[in-house]
């Protein structure tokens, strides 16, 4: 399984960035995708989180830490195996390197995730 982050890039406060997460292989059913970030010198922190649409009783369910709840919106397009950040209103403090994750339980814990991508760049000024 391989993950290719892209759409980083440097902005200015309140504008708007798209990540993509595009998915090689077959990761597992019933399990979770996230985002997470990584600010400079500090550890990585989940950011938003979506649901496997085979999972009972919350397919497709999303999560987001309290910091971009009503600014990101995480999504799935399961055709184009590719998943996506979209990022609204972004402040300084949401600049960092930011990291897909695949075949996960759903926390916040970057332990809980089996499948990473290399990042992409996020800087927000």
């Known amino acids: 399984v391989q993950l290719v982050e892209s759409g980083g890039g440097s902005v200015q406060v309140g504008e708007s960035l798209t990540l993509s997460c595009t998915v090689s292989?077959?990761?597992?059913?019933?399990?979770?995708m996230a985002w997470f970030r990584q600010p400079p010198g500090k550890e990585r922190e989940g950011v938003a989180a979506i649901a496997d649409r085979a999972i009972v009783n919350r397919p497709g369910k999303k999560y987001y830490a309290d910091s971009v709840k009503g600014r990101f919106t995480i999504s799935q397009d399961y055709a184009k195996n590719t998943l996506y950040l979209q990022m609204n209103s972004l402040k300084p403090e949401d600049s960092g390197m930011y990291y897909c994750?695949?075949?996960?339980?759903?926390?916040?814990?970057?332990?809980?995730?089996?499948?990473w991508g290399q990042g992409t760049q996020v800087t927000v000024s």
């Open positions: 994750a695949a075949e996960g339980s759903g926390g916040w814990r970057a332990c809980e995730y089996k499948y």
């Open positions: 292989g077959t990761t597992g059913r019933n399990n979770f």
